[in-house]
């Protein structure tokens, strides 16, 4: 922690990371207060009810910052884009077409983009049609006008955040699609504190006295642990040795030097779990939106499937099938190993070709059963603590750690990467 403020510390006496910083400040108090613009023809109560329930809109809630239990124009934040940037990159592997142009470089990438953002246009409209006909209890006054209005606020909610994003990351530091779901996450701190506090005054955590402080004590210590276990999952990675093989050239010898793969043990990061959720939550929110009364006991058992034990091992089993699926989607081990043969790369003690893709998917298929696991338990454990301890509200689940760690990291490596660089122009100068 020192370190990273240190290096904050540092970057502003630079003028250039100054002014992104603070433009990167300025766009997220942006977000913040169009999270408490609200929705004309929205009864906030309603879809606070909602939030709470442990269906998909609660998830919408920890990413939107409380923009959805507010009924705000933020509501469904940026999830459409991420959404769409999903479906794009699984389009480019299925479709040789988009594949080509990502390999086009800046200009293809550039085409892509806005193939993503046409789909986020796309998919906020459709999500926010869904929500209109599946929250109609939340319409003040439902009818044609209602409905372009809810949709169309929605919708233009969401084209907004993506073009803050756009401009965040263009003239702020680091992703700024993952910097407004961080600023979202965070801004419902305070609320989590309190929501901890009120458990302690209840008693939930062993009374009021000395007993209760040692639990409450407890579960900030488990809360710690966590963080410090997905920031060493989040920096690990798995070395694979690598030898490049000699060769003439004319007079010169190249080749010949020793170096490393480094796979990242959590390839996947927090898609899997982003998956699982959207998974297990879909068929109660739609039971919900289609059957809110049906007496039909499969109907009953979905539309209260949250809180059944089934489902958080459903919810963690869907969470190593995706951490495999996404990461081999990512991580290629046959193109890896045929690039090490074109380059003259060896693994010592394994021959060139198949037998290299072989022992890269080994260790592959090794680190991703970690992964899954990993990601699976750190999901379901506060679902089980909350059991145990009938403590409700638990603001620190796996999914919203993975999101604050990964992407502080990754914003502190871009500060610190851009720092080097100016260190090192000031030195060749």
Do not use: C
Not at 75 to 97: D, E, F, G, H, R
Not at 100 to 125: N, P
């Amino acid at each position: 922690m020192g370190g990273m403020l240190e290096t904050i510390k540092n970057a502003f006496k630079i003028p250039d990371l100054r002014r992104k910083m603070l433009i990167s400040l300025v766009i997220l108090i942006i977000f913040r207060l169009g999270s408490h613009v609200p929705v004309p023809g929205m009864i906030a109560s309603k879809l606070k009810e909602l939030a709470g329930t442990g269906t998909i809109f609660g998830f919408f809630d920890i990413v939107s910052g409380g923009a959805f239990s507010n009924a705000t124009i933020f509501a469904m934040s940026i999830t459409p884009y991420v959404n769409s940037s999903i479906i794009m990159q699984l389009l480019t592997v299925a479709i040789p077409k988009l594949e080509q142009l990502a390999k086009e470089g800046e200009e293809g990438r550039k085409i892509i983009g806005r193939y993503i953002r046409y789909g986020t246009v796309v998919l906020a409209f459709l999500q926010a049609t869904g929500l209109y006909f599946g929250l109609r209890g939340a319409v003040s006054n439902p009818g044609v006008f209602a409905f372009a209005t809810i949709t169309l606020s929605f919708t233009a909610g969401t084209a907004f955040l993506m073009w803050l994003g756009e401009q965040l990351t263009e003239y702020g530091i680091g992703n700024g699609i993952s910097l407004l779901i961080f600023g979202g996450i965070v801004s419902r701190a305070p609320q989590g504190a309190w929501a901890l506090w009120s458990n302690f005054k209840m008693g939930k955590f062993g009374g009021t006295g000395i007993l209760g402080v040692l639990g409450l004590a407890a579960v900030l210590f488990v809360f710690l642990l966590i963080i410090a276990l997905v920031v060493w999952i989040q920096q690990a990675e798995r070395r694979i040795p690598v030898q490049y093989a000699k060769r003439v050239v004319g007079r010169k010898m190249y080749g010949g030097q020793s170096t490393h793969i480094p796979i990242k043990v959590n390839l996947a990061g927090v898609i899997p779990i982003i998956f699982a959720m959207s998974f297990v939550a879909l068929p109660s929110t739609l039971v919900g939106f289609f059957a809110p009364t049906s007496e039909n006991w499969i109907v009953k058992y979905f539309r209260n499937m949250q809180s059944h034990i089934e489902i958080s091992i459903l919810s963690g089993l869907l969470i190593m099938f995706f951490t495999f699926f996404y990461t081999y989607i990512q991580f290629n081990p046959v193109e890896l190993a045929n690039n090490m043969k074109k380059n003259g790369g060896f693994i010592p003690g394994i021959r060139p070709g198949k037998p290299t893709s072989d022992y890269i998917t080994k260790v592959l298929n090794r680190i991703t059963w970690f992964s899954a696991l990993f990601l699976a338990v750190i999901q379901i454990f506060p679902s089980v603590v909350g059991a145990i301890t009938h403590i409700d509200n638990v603001w620190f689940s796996g999914t919203s750690v993975l999101i604050l760690v990964g992407v502080a990291l990754d914003t502190v490596k871009q500060i610190e990467s851009q720092m080097l660089m100016r260190h090192y122009k000031g030195f060749l100068e």
